[in-house]
Each structure stands twice: as structure tokens, then as C-alpha cells.
């Protein structure tokens, strides 16, 4: 094994003793092919099994890319007629006073400038389009939006048109524990959980899936919608996923998104890219960890998964994000 592998992996392996995770997996893929595969650990901090291939982590907010996907097929199909459209112009919901001059755009992009209180009622921090800031209250709107414009809610979608294409197996809302889950740990002195969020009909929580088959995801964005040679989506939905697709901001420093994903064009402080990472590239995270970097100007896929609430770093996490994401851009940069 190449010296520069084994930093990248040493790193894993050490923010996942810091962060007292009881996981690890990282999972390289460049040219559509697996070129570095790694497991350690066990599945909770208790008596349990081994992490090995068919691992299955709880993904947290790193599903809001199987969101993206679906609203972005929604556009394709012209079910939503532009992303500058009102989202009360879908959805009547919600109070017009409140959500008045928030269109999809905002939504997706994390600029919509909502939040949600402990009893349900929504309120407006800022402005739609006049900052960021990354709120749970989109994810909501926009799951609510799919089932009101396709009747069903949205995994429906991606289990037709992806995980059976695409052959999935270890990809799955779990709704009951079974031995193939990684548990997720709150607090480390208690027993961990396979759900990471309370059981909600159409909000896709609790999304389970293993290194290669969040690798292979990515890499079907990278080939942009292309798997084994086949057509499966559409060009165009891979698109508007991994595009800019935010309005510009005064403050410079405020992160690039597409559909969800974080997207690099120049450098931002507040983004969780890494500064020598190549334009183009990007990336969706979860709470629990796990960490989806598509780069295509290295054509490089890296996939990396722990089981601990909560990213390491605590305010500074952002630190730590762009320093994994800069050492594995430099570990696998083509020559």
C-alpha cells in the first residue's frame, strides 16, 4: 500500500478515536473503479459485530442528497415549473406571511431563511436569499412538496429509479433494527441506536446504506448519470444536483450549493471544502459522520463513514471537513 493511502487512513482512524466513534469505513473510487477499501471497528460501543462490507451507517443529513435527486427529477419532469418558484405557489400549508418571497431556489440552497420551533410554528431569522444557514425546516418543506406533487413520498422514487437499477441491497429507510446496522452513538458512556431521528411517514429518516453503495451513488453523479455504460438518469438531473445553484451573496464567505450538495467554485470559509480541492467538486455530510466527496476533475469518488453524533472538531468542525476533504484530493491527484 501506497504511504500517502495510509496517512488517509491513519487520519480516519484517528479522528474516529477522538470523536469516540466505535466505526470507521473509508472507500476510494477513481476511474469507476475501487482503488482503496477500508473497515474498523465494531457496529456499536457495546458487544457487537465487526464493521466489514455490507456495514450498513446511519447516513443522518447525507440523505439529503437522495432529496436533491428527487426534487431534481421533479424539475426535469416539469413538475416544478421553475426553482424560482414560490413555494406557496405548491403548498398552502404554511403561513403566507411567514414563508412570503421564499422560492425552491432558497430552499435547496440553505438561504431560505426559516426555522421551525419545538411546537411545530415556523418563524423567519433573516431575509429569503439575504444569508445561509443550514436548518432542518427545508428538508421538511421540500418532502412535503415531492408528495404533493407525485402522491407518493420521495424513497418511492429513488428505489424505482436507482437502488433496483443499480442493483442495492444495503440501501434502505430502516424502520427495524437488524444485524447488518452500524448503531449510532450519542452519548458514549450509553448504549448506542440504530435511528438517529424518531420515525416520521415521508421524511425518509434514518437513510442506511454501506461505503459501496454510497461510493457507487457518487460515482453515478461523477459519470453523470451513467452506470456501467447505461443511461440511468438523465443528464439533466444530475445537473441541477451538483451545480450552483444559489443566488449571489454580499457575504463572500457564505458556502456554494447546488441541490444540497456543497459545491467549490472559489474557496469559502464558511463551506466544508477544503481550499486545495478542485472546482467542480462536491460534497454532502451527515451529523453522524458520514462524508460524500465527488471530485471530477480527479475523477475521484471518496466515501467515509463513522457512527458518532455529532462531527469532530465541535464549533471548529469545519476545520476538520476541509482538512479530510484537501488530504484526499492531494492523496489521489492525477498526475
Known amino acids: 500500500m501506497q504511504a500517502s493511502y495510509r496517512q488517509l487512513i491513519s487520519y480516519v482512524s484517528e479522528i474516529k478515536e477522538q ?51 428527487a426534487i431534481g427529477f421533479a424539475l426535469y ?71 404533493h406533487l ?31 446496522l452500524v448503531k449510532v452513538i450519542d452519548d458514549p458512556k450509553q448504549a448506542a441506536d440504530f435511528q438517529l431521528y424518531p420515525f416520521a411517514d415521508g421524511m425518509g429518516s434514518n437513510l442506511h446504506t454501506t461505503a459501496r ?20 438518469v438523465p443528464e439533466e438531473v444530475i445537473r441541477l444536483c451538483t451545480s450552483i445553484q444559489n443566488l449571489q451573496y454580499d457575504d463572500a464567505q457564505l458556502p456554494d450549493n447546488g441541490l444540497f450538495w456543497y459545491v467549490q467554485d472559489e474557496a469559502k470559509d464558511r463551506s466544508e471544502i477544503g481550499e486545495q480541492v478542485p472546482k467542480g467538486s462536491y460534497q454532502i455530510l451527515g451529523n453522524t459522520g458520514p462524508l460524500l466527496l465527488v471530485v471530477p476533475e480527479q475523477q475521484l469518488v471518496v ?6 453524533r455529532y462531527n469532530y472538531g ?3 468542525y469545519l476545520h476538520y471537513l476541509r482538512e479530510f476533504s484537501n488530504l484526499a484530493s492531494e492523496t489521489f491527484t492525477i498526475h
Open 303 to 308: 466515501v467515509r463513514m463513522y457512527n458518532r
Open 19 to 69: 470523536n469516540h466513534s466505535s466505526a470507521a469505513a473509508l472507500l476510494v473510487m477513481q476511474h469507476d473503479n475501487i482503488i482503496l477499501e477500508h473497515y474498523e471497528g465494531f457496529h456499536s460501543n457495546e458487544d457487537s459485530n465487526p464493521i466489514h462490507i455490507n456495514s450498513m451507517f446511519n447516513i443522518a443529513s447525507a440523505r439529503k442528497s437522495y432529496l436533491a435527486f
Open 213 to 232: 453503495e454510497l461510493a457507487i451513488w457518487g460515482n453515478l453523479h461523477l459519470n453523470m448519470g451513467r452506470h456501467q455504460g447505461i443511461q440511468v
Open 150 to 180: 407525485y402522491g407518493y413520498d420521495f424513497p418511492r422514487l429513488l428505489e424505482e429509479r436507482i437502488f433496483v437499477p443499480l442493483g442495492f441491497k444495503y440501501t434502505k429507510w430502516s424502520t427495524e433494527i437488524s444485524a447488518t
Open 77 to 147: 419532469e416539469k413538475k416544478i415549473h421553475s426553482l424560482d418558484d414560490l413555494i406557496s405557489h405548491y403548498l398552502n400549508t404554511y403561513d403566507t406571511g411567514v414563508v412570503q418571497g421564499t422560492t425552491i431556489r432558497h430552499l435547496v440552497t440553505h438561504s431560505h431563511g426559516l426555522n421551525e420551533r419545538a411546537d411545530g410554528s415556523i418563524y423567519r431569522e433573516f431575509a429569503a436569499g439575504e444569508g445561509w444557514a443550514y436548518r432542518g425546516i427545508n428538508v421538511k418543506i421540500m418532502t412535503q412538496l415531492f408528495k
Open 314 to 316: 465541535g464549533s471548529h
